[in-house]
């Protein structure tokens, strides 16, 4: 089965005012050479990243892999919750039948969750009831052949803000593509509000970067976006990482002209909606100050480039569709659809974030 053999599911629905690009992304040496593609030239240093390596199959029987695997990637029609997995090696409690649960991704006609696997070769999966169409894709980032990508030579920063551009955490641009085509092209529009999210992945992560490269996997090809799902991701270190591609102009997020470009992590409600995930669970666990502390800077950087007030409540219109919804310009995922992201401890934090970006 191809890479694209697993699951094609909803796209973004996407909603907005404008930036000067060459102001908003620069690096310590005052060149602008953040490229997604890593291009540059003299501007780039090689770096070496293990490619992703995969193995789908379908339906619920016990599955083997070739590899140990870092996540399961699953995907099925129906209704959103019933569904399990067991694992019979690695770390992931093996053995022990663990409840699915959706975390940040949301789909129209079925559910989907990405389940770390602990390295684990088999597994098994008990799908919900009256499911049809179970697809799972085992997902190893950390130990296939390594690829070389351009990785910027100095430091990139956004209005000051430090950030680990697409290169810098190994983003293979390959799989923005399906059958020689770029799977879903950039659409703009004015930046309107900000979303918090979490990715619902392990607390403690010794590789980040490895985590964003499966939920790169899973949100480009087991769902079909051909993206990462959020503009920014923050780990526990309070690094901060460029996620959906925006163009080669060296601005993340943005185009030349200042507008969002369209992601794929609030269901019905993605453009001109930029969306911030920090790396972990946060349903217990609060986000860690590190985390915390970048996540502000962030918005704070965003919200006064944009003249957006992050305590404002605004009514949210999506320039496609015309839906609109009321909120705050800095909401939680839960604030627009029915789900747990971004985890109790950090929607409870969203107050005192607002205002800390407000100051």
């Not at 607390?203 to 087991?222: L, Q």
């Not at 305590?311 to 939680?332: E, H, L, Y």
């Amino acid at each position: 089965m191809s890479r694209r053999g697993v699951i094609g599911a909803a796209g973004a629905v996407a909603a907005s005012a404008a930036l000067t690009p060459a102001v908003f992304a620069s690096t310590d040496s005052g060149e602008t050479d953040n490229s997604a593609s890593g291009a540059g030239g003299s501007g780039t240093t090689p770096g070496k990243f293990p490619a992703t390596q995969t193995a789908a199959a379908t339906g619920a029987a016990e599955t083997n892999t070739a590899f140990a695997a870092s996540y399961i990637a699953l995907r099925w029609t129906g209704t959103q919750h019933g569904a399990g997995i067991r694992f019979a090696d690695g770390h992931a409690s093996p053995g022990i039948w663990q409840q699915v649960t959706g975390g940040c991704a949301t789909v129209e006609d079925g559910g989907t969750a990405l389940i770390a696997a602990g390295n684990a070769t088999t597994y098994k999966l008990k799908a919900p009831a009256g499911a049809s169409g179970v697809l799972s894709l085992a997902i190893d980032t950390t130990d296939g052949p390594h690829r070389t990508v351009k990785v910027p030579s100095h430091p990139t920063r956004l209005r000051g803000v430090r950030y680990v551009s697409r290169p810098g955490w190994g983003a293979d641009e390959s799989k923005r593509y399906k059958d020689g085509k770029v799977n879903s092209p950039e659409k703009y529009y004015p930046l309107q509000a900000i979303t918090v999210h979490h990715t619902a992945t392990p607390n403690d992560d010794p590789d980040p970067a490895a985590t964003i490269r499966s939920i790169y996997e899973y949100h480009a090809v087991t769902l079909d976006w051909g993206d990462i799902g959020y503009h920014f991701l923050i780990d526990e270190d309070g690094k901060i990482y460029e996620g959906r591609y925006s163009g080669h102009d060296g601005t993340p997020a943005f185009n030349t002209d200042g507008d969002l470009v369209t992601a794929f992590h609030t269901l019905g409600y993605n453009s001109g909606n930029i969306g911030i995930a920090l790396l972990g669970t946060l349903a217990k666990k609060a986000p860690t100050s590190a985390a915390k502390k970048s996540l502000i800077r962030l918005i704070k950087a965003i919200a006064r480039f944009k003249g957006l007030d992050p305590q404002a409540k605004i009514t949210f219109v999506n320039p496609v569709d015309g839906k609109k919804k009321d909120v705050r310009t800095v909401s939680g995922h839960r604030n627009w659809l029915s789900t747990d992201c971004p985890g109790k401890t950090m929607y409870d934090l969203l107050t005192k974030v607002r205002a800390a970006a407000a100051r």
